[in-house]
């Protein structure tokens, strides 16, 4: 059974003409759950008659004691205003790229490309958050293995000209010696 006091609370609001005028179904059946308090229900008899559990109730009932009527909708979405902004994509792009050519050894990982959109754009994303981010902007964030920075092309191909071209029946004599 709810207090006076919160009962003294819904009683200066019209919850079932609320619920008739709101086009949203989940804030129509939180004004129907409220009416049903106002009425003097208990939240276990409100929620079995809308079939949500008692516990929704109560936190419907929170909701309207810390903002009113407008606080129904719903809780706010913080991972919502956490999303890099369309205007930005394209400079995150040329950030990404950028990153990339400093590396001079090594290929940037998901972790370093977290660190610089809270860097630079001072937003926040998990790791996955930041894959679904490459991929909806069409960037592979895997890429072909690096080249070292210390490597020497030109060695590199005097060695792969010394190298003989194994056929199956040298690699199967060497092995059988």
Not at 15 to 35: M, N, P, T, V
Not at 154 to 177: D, I
Request: charged share 30%.
């Amino acid at each position: 059974m709810l207090s006076q006091h919160i009962i003294d609370q819904l009683q200066s609001y019209d919850f079932d003409r609320l619920a008739r005028k709101e086009s949203d179904g989940r804030r129509r059946l939180r004004l129907i759950a409220l009416a049903h308090l106002k009425e003097g229900k208990s939240c276990s008899e409100v929620g079995d008659a809308l079939r949500v559990s008692r516990h929704a109730v109560m936190r419907w009932v929170q909701w309207f004691l810390a903002g009113g009527v407008a606080r129904l909708a719903g809780m706010p979405h913080d991972w919502s205003t956490q999303r890099l902004a369309k205007a930005q994509e394209e400079a995150f792009r040329q950030a990404v790229e950028q990153l990339q050519r400093e590396r001079g050894g090594g290929r940037v990982r998901g972790e370093d490309i977290r660190q610089l959109l809270a860097r630079q754009f001072d937003v926040a994303y998990s790791l996955n958050g930041v894959y679904d981010l490459m991929k909806r902007l069409g960037m592979v964030w895997i890429s072909a293995r690096a080249v070292s920075p210390y490597a020497d092309p030109v060695a590199q191909a005097e060695f792969k000209k010394k190298l003989r071209p194994q056929s199956p029946a040298n690699a199967a004599a060497r092995h059988c010696a």
